[in-house]
């Protein structure tokens, strides 16, 4: 077969169809087609005039009117735009894909700038195909001596161009709506596509319904030009009012005549506003204004806890405003809005591509004039350049927090509870804004104060205390007394290290230990030891926040995190020599023995220690990594797997020997009601720990009333 070259050829009545049908996934979305291409139509006439190449007319006001007629079935849009000529509309109308946008751009590449010019692709217009039977095009262009036009369509690729009757330069485009698709012909359904897409549109854009018989009431001095005034309605003559005067005789009080009032035929409504906040420099806008458009354009009457203006033109346009919502967690969806926009054009809500995911968590809106949207300007094409946009966003943000944790402490730490959530959400899915935020991260810790993580690991080793450095080498015994001997503590692993350290060990550096609580409730009694012992630690009640701690250290070496219950350090014991270190050892494996028989639990670890506050009788531990793997295989057991066998495992007791109640159990092995009060120290052990199950509850309460039978006697 010979070589053959040539051009690929496409037919319209193969490619129209899927235009009409396929182009677009909402059927709604040609009211903002057909709008674009009338304000962009009038942003060309007034380009043309900066330029000199046109002067508009004295009194020139902008503006697209979009007219409903149910009787007639039909949708008008008209614009006062630059119009067109034949040869224009036979070049942009009856060639598809032909952008008339593009053209005018590239005409005038080296006089204007391509700033709010909507159209790219020439394939707007047809989506009024998807809604109607036959569409019709009546144009004048600015041009002198130029002719009006009529065209029209009936749906297929056959069209008639003649010459038209319009008198005032600009476009109207009527559409003869399908039975199918009448619901747009309607007033309030207008009025409801019209705000959802073209809100902010930069022309003033009106709804009106045809030969409506609606009327509105003004007064006189409201009247416009272009008003039809139906009646003058005269003030009712209103009597002299008679009050009583200083000198207490009735004086006749003249009052304000009340305005002539007319009433007109109904105005069109203005649908948009054509400069919004976004547009705006943040130094010009006012709080209320801020509040105003939240209110307005998400329909959120709870204030939000503040906000970030957005404003950037390098690398890339981009314009916005982020608002920090006040988030109940407990009772609310914490799903945001950010509705982005295309040259104040509404493209669509969260878009993942532009919008970094923990951001979904906000409320704002987006402008980027630079997105690259696909021909139905109703998704992005992906590419490098959207993922640098959502990486600047994200920078912008961090950027925001993190300067106002430097300038506006205070306001940062009443925000915090608040904001938490979002940033910790954010750290978790966005390495970059993790390594952004590590060091203004809120912790707030036992005393109710608000810290940040550098603060956290710069103060004093937990729990040293002055008086515990008056002598270095002494120890006391368990009368209290002090002793001579080798101290032999199980110091805080955050502490540092010790001066007569040797070997490899000593140059070892130490992990940085920060303690935190899960339940202020539950672990009440761990929180009253590390307070007595002058230790401190950190609030984290949040699901969010194991995942988020485990983050945190993989970003910080040498920082480990650590809850308040799994293990009892050394700052919470007391010290001890050598001889009694041996001695409790030895106790220990024997009330262990016996503590294990009377739980009938032979996995139990027991540990006899010298607690500091001799009213604490028991405590039980679980190391962190033991109960991590727990609670991770909680999170991912399937429905009905039995996660029983997790509930004791890697358990520690640890007796307090300075408690008479233990002493006593471990003077009296073979007493009566040993067992009884094993069982009781562990019980009360659990309590401390984590909610008793059901029938360890029942048993409790039953024993408890049992002891206190035992002291009524």
């Known amino acids: 077969m010979a070589v053959k070259s040539g051009n690929l050829s496409i037919n319209s009545e193969n490619i129209f169809p899927i235009i009409k049908k396929w182009l677009y996934s909402d059927h709604d979305i040609f009211y903002r087609e057909l709008i674009s291409n009338g304000c962009d139509a009038v942003t060309k006439l007034k380009k043309l005039d900066m330029m000199g190449e046109y002067d508009l007319p004295e009194g020139y006001k902008p503006r697209i009117d979009v007219i409903v007629s149910p009787e007639k079935k039909t949708l008008t849009f008209i614009d006062n735009g630059l119009g067109m000529t034949a040869e224009e509309l036979d070049e942009y109308i009856n060639q598809i894909a032909f952008s008339g946008a593009t053209d005018f751009i590239e005409k005038y590449k080296d006089k204007s700038n391509a700033d709010q010019i909507i159209g790219h692709f020439g394939l707007g217009f047809y989506s009024a195909f998807m809604v109607a039977d036959e569409v019709h095009i009546d144009t004048l262009s600015y041009q002198e001596g130029a002719k009006a036009v009529h065209w029209e369509c009936d749906g297929g690729t056959e069209f008639t161009m003649d010459e038209g009757d319009k008198a005032e330069v600009g476009t109207a485009i009527t559409l003869f709506l399908n039975e199918d698709c009448l619901e747009f012909c309607n007033e309030y359904k207008a009025r409801e596509v019209v705000k959802k897409y073209c809100s902010f549109m930069p022309t003033e854009i009106y709804l009106s319904k045809e030969n409506t018989t609606e009327t509105q009431i003004i007064k006189e001095d409201e009247k416009l030009d272009d008003d039809v005034v139906l009646e003058v309605i005269q003030p009712e003559e209103k009597k002299d009012e008679k009050k009583e005067g200083e000198s207490g005789e009735e004086e006749a009080q003249e009052k304000e005549p009340e305005p002539v009032k007319l009433k007109i035929k109904k105005r069109p409504e203005l649908l948009n506003e054509t400069t919004p906040l976004w547009t705006k420099h943040a130094n010009s806008c006012t709080k209320e204004e801020y509040l105003e458009f939240y209110r307005k354009v998400f329909h959120d009457y709870k204030e939000p806890l503040f906000w970030i203006h957005l404003n950037m033109d390098y690398p890339f346009n981009l314009k916005g405003i982020l608002y920090f919502p006040k988030i109940n967690m407990e009772y609310e969806s914490i799903e945001g809005t950010i509705k982005l926009y295309n040259n104040q054009v509404f493209i669509a809500d969260n878009i993942k591509e532009v919008i970094p995911e923990f951001l979904m968590l906000l409320k704002g809106v987006i402008d980027c004039p630079d997105l690259p949207l696909n021909v139905s300007r109703s998704a992005l094409q992906n590419d490098g350049f959207v993922k640098k946009i959502s990486e600047h966003i994200s920078k912008k943000v961090a950027d925001k927090l993190s300067g106002m944790c430097k300038t506006e402490k205070e306001e940062y730490d009443k925000y915090w509870d608040d904001i938490s959530p979002f940033i910790k959400f954010g750290c978790l899915k966005d390495d970059k804004f993790c390594e952004r935020m590590n060091d203004y991260i809120l912790f707030k810790n036992l005393e109710g104060k608000y810290v940040t993580l550098p603060e956290c690991l710069e103060v004093k080793p937990l729990g040293e205390k002055a008086e515990d450095s008056a002598e270095g080498g002494s120890a006391v015994d ?91 350090t050394g700052a919470l014991k007391s010290e001890t020599s050598e001889e009694a270190e041996k001695e409790l050892k030895e106790q220990a494996e024997a009330i262990g023995k016996l503590m294990k028989k009377a739980l009938n639990n032979d996995k139990l670890e027991v540990k006899l220690e010298k607690l500091k506050d001799e009213k604490i009788s028991s405590v039980i531990t679980l190391s962190e990594e033991t109960r991590r793997m727990q609670d991770m295989m909680k999170m991912y057991s399937m429905p009905g797997m039995d996660m029983g066998g997790f509930g004791g495992e890697g358990e520690t007791l640890i007796l307090n020997a300075n408690h008479p109640l233990v002493q006593y159990v471990r003077d009296h092995q073979e007493g009566e009601n040993v067992e009884m009060i094993c069982e009781q120290l562990y019980d009360l052990a659990r309590i401390q720990h984590a909610p008793l199950a059901p029938e360890a509850m029942t048993k409790f309460v039953a024993r408890s009333n049992d002891i206190m039978m035992l002291l009524a006697k």
């Open 478 to 568: 368990e009368s209290g007394q002090k002793v001579e001997a080798e101290v032999v503590e199980d110091r805080p692993e955050e502490s540092a290290e010790s001066e007569d350290a040797e070997g490899e060990d000593a140059g070892e550096k130490k992990d940085k230990i920060i303690y935190y609580v899960t339940d202020e409730q539950q672990q009440g009694q761990y929180i009253k030891m590390f307070k007595d012992a002058g230790m401190d630690a950190v609030i984290l009640t949040h699901n969010i926040d194991q995942p988020f701690v485990q983050q945190l250290e993989s970003k910080n070496e040498g920082v480990r995190f650590q809850r308040i219950d799994a293990d009892v």
